[in-house]
């Protein structure tokens, strides 16, 4: 059984979220609207998706697009629904996503302590980007971002530092709307087949290739608007 602060809650609840083509956005509390984290990293990634997805054809880019995002989301749901202490947590699932989740049930069990929240939503007024955290929990003794990705092979570290930024933004959004500091970012990934890999990395590390990032994504949104 994990245990639950429940005595500690956000001050705000769910946040209004619209999903466009340009991307995700979320309106905050006072009404403004910052795109989501994932649509701000996309300008990390976007040449070489469009490259790839050139190469192996639209139709079949989106049927792998499609397997891969739902099989994510239910890798989620069924590792939210058992740190959430949910009896018969696994009875919905079909077998490969209970595989998954398989892989990673050690390492829930022996490394995730005290859990403050999962799947809520974050912003950052200091950043103007909001995002929903998988997890906030003590991992190894220490409260951390814990993010759950899933993959077809083994990640070498230098092709996921996305997912490093991506939590890097939970971080300074947890402290700037909980005062509470987080520094510890928390990446498990099941593999096919494989072992499943855990990236432990430090929030101030990737912090400044954030900042990097948003505003390249800044500058392409400016640039847009510019062309009309």
Same mark, same amino acid.
């Given at each position: 059984?994990?245990?639950?602060?429940?005595?500690?809650?956000?001050?705000?609840?769910?946040?209004?979220?619209?999903?466009?083509?340009?991307?995700?956005?979320?309106?905050?509390?006072?009404?403004?609207?910052?795109?989501?984290?994932?649509?701000?990293?996309?300008?990390?990634?976007?040449?070489?998706?469009?490259?790839?997805?050139a190469r192996v054809g639209n139709e079949e $880019?989106?049927?792998?697009?499609? !397997?891969?995002?739902?099989?994510? &989301?239910?890798?989620?749901? *069924? %590792?939210?629904?058992?740190?959430?202490?949910?009896?018969?947590?696994?009875?919905?699932?079909?077998?490969?996503?209970?595989?998954?989740?398989?892989?990673?049930?050690?390492?829930?069990?022996?490394?995730?302590?005290?859990?403050?929240?999962?799947?809520?939503?974050?912003?950052?007024?200091?950043?103007?980007?909001?995002?929903?955290?998988?997890?906030?929990?003590?991992?190894?003794?220490?409260?951390?971002?814990?993010?759950?990705?899933?993959?077809?092979?083994?990640?070498?570290?230098?092709?996921?530092?996305?997912?490093?930024?991506?939590?890097?933004?939970? $971080?300074?959004?947890?402290?700037? !709307?909980?005062?509470?500091?987080? &520094?510890?970012?928390?990446? *498990? %990934?099941?593999?096919?087949?494989?072992?499943?890999?855990?990236?432990?990395?430090?929030?101030?590390?990737?912090?400044?290739?954030?900042?990097?990032?948003?505003?390249?994504?800044?500058?392409?949104?400016?640039?847009?608007?510019?062309?009309?």
């Amino acid at each position: 059984m994990f245990e639950h602060v429940t005595d500690f809650k956000l001050d705000y609840g769910d946040l209004e979220c619209e999903t466009l083509p340009t991307g995700r956005t979320y309106k905050t509390p006072d009404g403004e609207k910052y795109p989501s984290i994932t649509t701000v990293l996309s300008v990390n990634s976007g040449d070489s998706i469009a490259k790839w997805r050139a190469r192996v054809g639209n139709e079949e $880019a989106d049927k792998i697009s499609f !397997r891969a995002s739902t099989r994510g &989301t239910l890798v989620h749901e *069924i %590792i939210e629904d058992y740190i959430n202490n949910t009896e018969d947590y696994a009875k919905k699932y079909m077998p490969n996503i209970i595989a998954n989740f398989l892989d990673v049930k050690d390492i829930l069990d022996s490394r995730i302590g005290k859990v403050y929240a999962q799947e809520v939503p974050l912003y950052s007024d200091h950043l103007g980007i909001a995002g929903r955290v998988d997890c906030v929990a003590e991992f190894d003794g220490k409260l951390s971002i814990i993010d759950f990705k899933t993959s077809t092979r083994t990640k070498l570290r230098k092709y996921v530092l996305n997912y490093f930024q991506q939590e890097a933004f939970y $971080a300074i959004a947890w402290e700037e !709307r909980t005062k509470l500091p987080i &520094t510890q970012l928390v990446t *498990i %990934i099941a593999v096919d087949n494989e072992a499943p890999q855990v990236f432990i990395e430090h929030r101030d590390v990737h912090a400044p290739e954030l900042i990097k990032t948003i505003a390249k994504y800044r500058e392409k949104k400016d640039a847009e608007q510019r062309s009309f």
